[in-house]
């Protein structure tokens, strides 16, 4: 029988995806937003999903609903706006504390593995009391579960963007969980963005607009700080798909000439983070849910490795 596994936080299954393709068995999605869910739900017809807040939950409900006695791996995109380094941080950020939820469901599980994807900036935040939020999660699941975390760069595993992430990985079997990521061939995005052709004329950019980012820029510049604009290279993998894409689309830019700039697509977007773009509809809610994402590439090693270990 093929491993079991249960998604807190599911987004639209990105981690669960890699796991998918790893060989694994999906029970259970949970994410408090819809819109997600039901990307999930398309993607995993199979599966359970609920809606419900994480703190809502409880290990009897979740194997009453997947109706099994045993989860081998719980895995978790828990929410990292608090923790990132793109934005201003608040160490008094609720969202922070959905760690401790995916705590508590895991000790209440007691799976074999756990995995918890999150930004980079993860590893130098602190808590309101100066600890560093690295350490408390080591901290809150010990002793039951033992951690390691690894940083990784999505272009690494052949994804087309440079996306850095940390990576946690715990088990309760007592193992020293190691990981190297195997070379493979890098993939850049002349391989996944539309004709020129074949893009509406709504995601390109107005003279007016051009006008006034390439003011802002050089005055920021200026200063030393502020805003920039990145445009992309067809040799080249992507920058960040953020969720906040869908504003302006700064971070990722097309540029045929100083007159012809435009957004990426959101299918662009989601081929970008190696997701199946034919499950995304148009829209802003799009672009959060690409971009809250995880690339299955990215996952799927840690999650073979994970099984060559047992359970």
């Known amino acids: 029988m093929k491993p079991t596994l249960v998604d807190a936080f599911c987004g639209v299954g990105g981690i669960s995806k890699g796991f998918q393709n790893a060989g694994f068995k999906v029970l259970l999605g949970i994410d408090f937003d819809e819109y997600p869910a039901r990307i999930f739900n398309r993607q995993f017809p199979k599966a359970k999903i609920i809606v419900e ?23 978790g995109g828990t ?24 705590v508590r469901i895991a000790k209440e599980l007691m799976p074999s593995w756990i995995l918890i994807e999150n930004v980079r900036g993860l590893a130098s935040a602190r808590l309101p009391d100066g600890k560093k939020a690295l350490d408390e999660i080591y901290d809150s699941f010990a002793p039951e579960f033992k951690l390691k975390h690894f940083f990784v760069n999505a272009a690494d595993f052949g994804v087309p963007q440079k996306r850095n992430r940390i990576i946690i990985v715990g088990n309760s079997k007592g193992i020293d969980f190691d990981f190297t990521p195997s070379n493979v061939r890098p993939t850049v995005l002349g391989k996944v963005l ?33 805003f920039r604009w990145q445009f992309l290279k067809t040799d080249q ?47 802003k ?23 060559s270990y047992g359970f």
Request: aromatic content about 10%.
């Open 53 to 75: 807040d994480i703190r809502n939950m409880t290990a009897g409900r979740i194997l009453e609903i997947v109706g099994s006695k045993r989860i081998n791996v719980l895995v």
């Open 79 to 102: 929410p990292c706006q608090g923790f990132s380094i793109a934005g201003r941080r608040r160490h008094d950020d609720p969202r922070n504390t959905l760690f401790y939820e995916f």
């Open 194 to 226: 539309l004709n020129k052709g074949r893009v509406d004329g709504k995601y390109f950019y107005s003279d007016r607009l051009i006008k006034g980012f390439a003011r802002r820029e050089r005055i920021n510049r200026e200063k030393g700080w502020g």
């Open 237 to 283: 993998q992507s920058y960040t798909i953020p969720a906040r894409y869908w504003k302006d689309g700064a971070n990722a830019l097309v540029r045929y000439s100083e007159s012809e700039i435009r957004m990426l697509t959101e299918k662009e977007c989601a081929r970008i983070q190696g997701l199946d773009s034919r499950r995304f509809g148009i829209g």
């Open 285 to 307: 809610r799009s672009y959060i849910a690409i971009g809250n994402a995880a690339p299955p590439k990215m996952i799927q090693p840690f999650a073979e490795k994970i099984r």
